[in-house]
């Protein structure tokens, strides 16, 4: 970690006085350290005590400008490698939600680019309030990442969930996230994503479709992106904006999906199926616009082509990834469908559940193999959630590979 530069941002919560033995070990581990305290902060613990530990100036106030060639917040914020807020109170934490920058360390977390965590710490009814809950969620959405509270014995006197992860444990997750930020585990490879809900045609006005938006597609080509891979993304309609540096081949109908997916796959190593695809589609489309006439319309529909399951049935190097958009009993159908359609993985979220449904920036998302759950991701960001599936997809992808090449 040495040549990477974090801003450790302590708030007024007691557990602040962990924020020196918290910058000592992030020092240790060869991080530049800068330290931003509020006003709170120094109520618990001295700047002088993290100065001496970080061995860098400690910044209090905004307006105390040390350089007159640079303006400090902007300085810092573009400099770091990572902001990290421990401990992150609840009033901090809905400043930071709500865009306010009062202070030091929230002004400099505005001007911020980099990655951002945050380590809460504060009583279980606090941590619990809907408010507090709320913001936490308005942070996942912009990609904050979050170190959770432990549970243990808290300054007010109660055991419960709320009190800050110990040092140790938060320079392992930076150290992590850092890391993971550097590797290129896609590198090489060739990915091909669906994104979007498929269009099919009832006349040259009228459609049948989905209410998919394509985030978490882009989100999952983004991701493979940053990992080193050539990306191309099919993708129907969607309400997002395609990531920069990617392939785009925009299709309407699944069948032009279909087309599209097996025009590539040979060629392709990792296919991750996010898009929404009609399963019926109109037997007759016409060829101009169906006039109203009578109180009812029958429509017949025809199953379209499943292409989840084409692919499974066809695939031979490839790593294939599908998804499950269910409205509850997730295990059960998650598993079904990754047996029927033989997926290497499986992505299964409830749309039914808060910040988990169709045009969220947030999802709530179950990993499935043949062996049953691989793990339970919380709410956050479609972004992040992104990067957990591919890390775990390119790990398993470099096992299976090393294992074929000892054969």
Do not use: W
Request: glycine residues 6%; neutral net charge.
């Amino acid at each position: 970690m040495r040549g990477k530069t974090i801003i450790l941002g302590i708030t007024g919560g007691i557990a602040a006085y962990k924020g020196a033995a918290l910058c000592s070990k992030l020092v240790q581990a060869g991080f530049d350290v800068h330290v931003i305290m509020t006003e709170g902060a120094c109520k618990f613990i001295t700047p002088l005590t993290l100065q001496t530990l970080s061995r860098n100036p400690v910044y209090t106030d905004t307006f105390d400008e040390r350089d007159p060639s640079v303006v400090s917040h902007i300085d810092l914020a573009d400099k770091a490698d990572l902001i990290l807020v421990a401990p992150a109170t609840a009033n901090t934490i809905a400043k930071m939600a709500a865009g306010i920058a009062d202070d030091m360390l929230t002004t400099t977390l505005l001007a911020a680019t980099c990655r951002i965590v945050v380590a809460p710490a504060m009583n279980v009814h606090m941590y619990d309030h809907p408010a507090v809950v709320r913001n936490l969620n308005v942070l996942a959405e912009r990609s904050v990442m979050f170190i959770e509270p432990e549970t243990g014995q808290l300054a007010c006197g109660y055991v419960a969930k709320g009190r800050l992860a110990e040092p140790e444990t938060i320079v392992a997750a930076v150290a992590d996230i850092l890391a993971e930020d550097e590797r290129k585990p896609l590198l090489g490879k060739k990915v091909l994503v669906t994104a979007g809900g498929t269009v099919e045609r009832l006349d040259p006005v009228r459609y049948l479709t989905n209410d998919s938006s394509g985030k978490m597609g882009f989100a999952l080509a983004e991701a493979a992106r940053d990992f080193g891979a050539e990306v191309t993304v099919i993708a129907a309609r969607t309400s997002a904006s395609p990531p920069n540096g990617v392939a785009v081949v925009r299709v309407e109908s699944a069948q032009d999906m279909l087309d599209a997916v097996m025009e590539r796959f040979d060629s392709s190593d990792l296919i991750v199926k996010a898009a929404a695809v009609a399963d019926y589609r109109p037997v007759v489309r016409a060829s101009s616009k169906i006039k109203k006439s009578g109180d009812r319309l029958m429509l017949e529909l025809e199953k379209t082509t499943d292409i989840l399951q084409t692919l499974g049935e066809r695939k031979t190097k490839q790593y294939l990834i599908g998804f499950a958009a269910e409205t509850g009993d997730l295990d059960h159908y998650a598993m079904d469908k990754l047996q029927r359609k033989h997926c290497d993985m499986l992505a299964a979220n409830d749309v039914s559940e808060e910040g988990a449904g169709f045009n969220k920036d947030t999802n709530i998302i179950r990993l499935y193999d043949k062996s049953g759950l691989i793990e339970a991701l919380p709410i956050m960001s479609k972004r992040d959630a992104s990067r957990r599936m591919l890390t775990i997809a390119a790990q398993r992808m470099a096992d299976r590979e090393g294992k074929e090449a000892g054969r």
